[in-house]
């Protein structure tokens, strides 16, 4: 079955630290990825996505991963993370192909946590 | 534009009962997916309609329904709720089929079954 597997259940980093979160996908075919992040109290919103094309994508806030298709991967990273990134991180992948038996599969997410 | 909504915002019921939950999504979005979100779980899709007719569908009981109206606003219904039910229920719209990825999504209702 298709899944998608965030390694990270639960990240604790000091403000300036660096980040990187994994996101790997079990589908071969063409997809297109996502990251989403849910800030407390906030709804989910996207972060950042992949369709084609350049594989290092920059999202809102500093935010940047990168499609590494042998590897089935999609990190998210940010070079130095600041409180108000404390949230829930999630990553989605969508698979593309004719039909309509198409839908989002999510995976379970990373809850940040960054002291100031 | 107004982002999307829901309500109620937070209900409690009981075992046995059913519930109908409401989703209005962004002016001018034709197509609504729900998610049930439980720590445990995390996101899991329910269902997705787009103009009126469901595309999508995950792997809930049929005790999990929905419905789109002409307007786009949908509603989705539980029925003889079990305590597992309990959990956050987001809706979630965008402007063409929910499956290209792109999702705006609404603060969810928060249900608790006792």
């Known amino acids: 079955a298709q899944s998608v597997s965030q390694h990270n259940h639960h990240v604790i980093l000091s403000e300036a630290a660096s980040l990187e979160l994994g996101c790997n996908y079990s589908y071969g075919g063409t997809v297109n990825l996502f990251w989403y992040v849910q800030y407390p109290g906030q709804h989910l919103q996207l972060l950042l996505k992949?369709?084609?094309?350049d594989p290092l994508v920059k999202g809102i806030k500093g935010f940047e991963a990168e499609f590494i298709k042998s590897k089935f991967s999609f990190n998210l990273r940010k070079p130095s993370v600041q409180w108000s990134d404390t949230a829930e991180y999630f990553c989605a992948v969508n698979r593309y192909n004719a039909g309509n038996n198409r839908k989002l599969i999510w995976g379970l997410g990373t809850s940040l946590a960054v002291n100031p | 534009k107004a982002g999307v909504t829901q309500t109620p915002r937070y209900l409690i019921k009981t075992r046995g009962q059913q519930v109908t939950l409401s989703c209005s999504p962004i002016s001018g979005h034709r197509s609504v997916s729900w998610y049930q979100q439980t720590p445990g779980q995390g996101l899991q899709f329910l269902f997705e309609?787009?103009?009126?007719?469901?595309?999508n569908k995950g792997n809930f009981p049929g005790r999990f329904s929905g419905r789109q109206f002409s307007n786009s606003r949908s509603e989705m219904n539980v029925s003889t709720l079990e305590l597992g039910d309990s959990a956050l229920y987001l809706c979630?719209?965008?402007?063409?089929?929910?499956?290209?990825?792109?999702?705006?999504f609404g603060p969810g209702t928060r249900l608790l079954v006792l």
């Open positions: 992949y369709f084609s094309g």
């Open positions: 979630a719209s965008s402007l063409d089929s929910g499956t290209s990825g792109v999702q705006y």
């Open positions: 309609y787009f103009s009126e007719t469901q595309r």
